[in-house]
């Protein structure tokens, strides 16, 4: 299952049987920080581990970008508390 990053629509998209799943994203540009906005999976595809490949994928972007990142999420705020190795993006 591949993920797009979708550059113009600042999301990442994993497509599924015709259904998207997203994590919507914004950039603010000082200091450089990457604000994780809101994840949405299709109900019947809840459950799978979809949203949590849509948040790594947006924070191995972040990471490879040199960015820092925020959250209003309760999912990826629940997935950044459960992964240590994710921590050094977190801004304070």
């Not at 540009?29 to 019947?44: A, F, I, N, S, Y």
């Not at 209003?72 to 801004?91: H, K, T």
């Amino acid at each position: 299952m591949d993920i797009h990053h979708d550059t113009d629509g600042l999301r990442f998209v994993l497509t599924r049987e015709g259904e998207q799943a997203v994590l919507n994203y914004r950039i603010l540009e000082e200091p450089m920080v990457m604000h994780l906005v809101r994840t949405w999976v299709p109900p019947q595809f809840r459950g799978r581990g979809y949203g949590a490949r849509l948040v790594k994928a947006g924070l191995e972007h972040a990471r490879s970008e040199g960015y820092r990142v925020t959250t209003s999420c309760w999912f990826v705020d629940e997935f950044l508390e459960r992964r240590p190795e994710y921590q050094d993006l977190v801004a304070d």
